[in-house]
């Protein structure tokens, strides 16, 4: 394969309307250190927020929705207890929030740095979910493929 | 449908850019989206397609068009081979270096260390 060739096609065949259905299908997620710094978020992150009342300031500045930072705050007591206990398997912990007629299931990750663990992270996954039919199929195939993931949570509505 | 997962753990070694493991020739074109935060602001969303040159069980090796920052978080969108599903990984920048390409441009080798990856149908 002419690799010339390859980044030439791939750097210009870079289409808007791929770009935007991937975008479209893909999940939010957010990514924050072990002291809770934004390490990374995405735009459908602001999307899915903004369907349920939060969005972004005027400013730029991003306004969490609260059971997104209390699960965060829950994944960060946890990730510190494990890694106090020299505990390193990856965990998992969700959660569902309706709000607007509208239901997102937040799936929250830690992801503990064996070593250095102040590099932990935690990883929360933001998912539309439609009907309860079909929040039914997405709650039988949402698994981790790891066998050593452990889901510590349990999903449970939250009406607010 | 979605599963995740955590890619296997690779041991760190005192020098944080060498290599993880033995690497896989695979060049497929991914699309890539990069997010400049500072603190809780938003500085900048920018997205674009790159190419990923190798793989190895902790990482792989891109081609952009725009380098991140070391240590910068970002997402590539891979597609798997049934071309009905594609991984949507969370990688973190280990190292860049620029390259000069064609008359006047520069790309760019990224080396990322795979954190975390979703695979989704399209």
Known sequence: ?160 | MTHSKIPPEVKESANPDRRGGTRVLKIQSCFYQLAQVAGYEIIEFSDGHALSLNTSPGGFLLLMPKPPERRQVFEVHTPLSTEEERTVKLVEACWTRELAFGDAGKVYLVGVRSLFETARSN
């Open chain 1, 1 to 160: 394969m002419n690799i010339m060739t390859e980044v030439g096609t791939a750097f210009v065949c870079s289409g808007h309307s791929e770009n935007m259905a991937s975008r479209q299908s893909s999940p939010g997620i957010l990514v924050f250190s072990r002291s809770l710094q934004l390490q990374y978020v995405n735009r459908r992150v602001l999307e899915l927020i903004r369907n349920i009342g939060q969005a972004v300031t005027e400013s730029g500045l991003i306004v969490l929705p609260t059971p997104l930072l209390e699960l965060r705050e829950q994944i960060q007591e946890c990730l510190d207890e494990r890694l106090e206990a020299n505990i390193w398997e990856p965990f998992e912990m969700s959660r569902v929030v309706s709000k607007f007629g509208r239901r997102l299931l937040f799936r929250g990750f830690g992801h503990p740095n064996r070593a250095v663990s102040c590099d932990s992270r935690i990883v929360i996954v933001l998912e539309e979910i439609g009907s309860a039919e079909k929040d039914r199929h997405q709650q039988a195939h949402v698994r981790m493929t790891v066998p050593k993931m452990q889901t510590t949570g349990t999903l449970f509505p939250t009406n607010s």
